[in-house]
């Protein structure tokens, strides 16, 4: 038996704090009556409708995945273009990506089912940590990379990168290697960033997720998540708030 505001949350309809509302507001039945009191408890087993739907439980999968270069992030694509669920068996249809990583971005992506899990992840006062490595044109330079460091204006948010570091200048191909991590979640953030600075990114790869890497997956590969992983997430996350 579960709090029925954490079932609902669970369950992917929305977040606790609106579950909360809804009870308060008379919106749940649980087995034919409204429940208005928010500790009482309940189980899949039970008929739970919210605003007039029925809530549908599946068991909450969650997958590492790495992703490779020329593959939407979205469930479907109007181009006809790969998505990241053409990776998944027909039986994992309802998972979907936590964010997005740009068609031609490779690396580490998660995809769940569990709506409150995706939603945590990806709030950006959950602050997590994700490492890229940029391929970018042209030779970065120290004072560059101290610009990045200080804090770059992208949508009136100065945005820190919590680590930037010049790893590599090849002079010959006029082409630098530079590691960042963010824990931002801004479209195309990498990108803009080293944009900022004069830099146009040709390859861009996501190395680590939090504490999760890559380890020894190829791109198109993907690995379940042990559930002492998805706890340490929910705590990384929690702990940031
Ligand atoms: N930043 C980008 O610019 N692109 C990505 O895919 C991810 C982060």
Known sequence: MERLQKLIAESGYCSRRKAEELIKNGKVMVNGSIIRELGTKASFGDEIIVEGNMLEHEEKEYYLFYKPRGVVCTTKDDKGRKTVLDFFDETNKRIYPVGRLDYDTTGLLLLTNDGEFANLMMHPSYKIDKFYVAKVKGIVTGYEVKKLKSGILLD?????????????????????????????????????????????????????????????LKPGEKRRLSPKEVKQLYNLSINKN
Request: hydrophobic share 35%.
């Open 156 to 216: 009136n948010v100065k945005i820190f990168p919590s680590r930037v570091k010049l790893k590599r200048i090849d002079k010959k191909n006029n082409t630098s290697i530079v590691e960042i991590t963010i824990h931002d979640g801004k479209n195309h953030e990498v990108k803009r960033l080293m944009e900022s600075v004069g830099h146009e990114v040709i390859k861009l790869k996501r190395e680590t997720f939090g504490f999760l890497t890559l380890g020894t």
